[in-house]
């Protein structure tokens, strides 16, 4: 597969979706444009993006060949693409294993406290913030002892969740963390997690990943 010459990601800083995909390009050392899209105001919704991509989502990945969306497929294809560093495993059980831990934070933790979800509970089913915070901090809570236990039952070392390199389950579990954090959520029962989440945002590719370290990060 040909390698594209330019990378132009439409994104938000606050996304943990396009934090996932930031991580990735910083982890290849790839040279990428951003191009933000505001969800706060409803931007992704406008006619001008939809006609790049008619879900109304971030991120996208604008290549060469086309436009990408999902997260997860993005970086597969950055990581067919871009081999080094490899983001998934030798062996196929191990890519399998790696796959099944970001798939718990991609598929069954963040939909359900992603915006347009915390939005509609607020706007259309009166909850109110207090409502709000208990149902973020509910699903974080259940998704992460699960993840905990995952990462006991696989001995992580505590800097990354599989094996001595960053992959795709850091990539998925490090933005989540952020949030969950933002959301002042209880994390001291899940000691591993905290200590994959100090060693990764301890690192080069993470800091510039951050949502503090965007372009459309707001002004102090």
Sequence with gaps: MTPDSTLQLYTYFRSSAAYRVRIALNLKGLDWQSLPINLAT?????????????????PALQTAGGLITQSLAIIEYLDECYPQPPLLPDSAI?????R???QQ????????????VTQYLTAEMGVDEAGKLRWYQHWIAQGFTA??????HLNSTGQFCFGDSPTVADICLIPQVSNALRFSCPLESYPTINSIYQHCTSLPAFISASPQAQPDFPAP
């Design 42 to 58: 409803g931007e992704q919704r406008s006619a001008e993006y939809l006609k790049h991509n008619p879900q109304g989502f971030v």
């Design 94 to 98: 191990d890519r399998a294993t790696v």
């Design 100 to 102: 099944s831990m970001a």
């Design 105 to 116: 934070i991609a598929m069954d933790i963040h939909p359900l406290n992603n915006l347009r």
């Design 147 to 152: 993840f905990e236990e995952s990462l006991r």
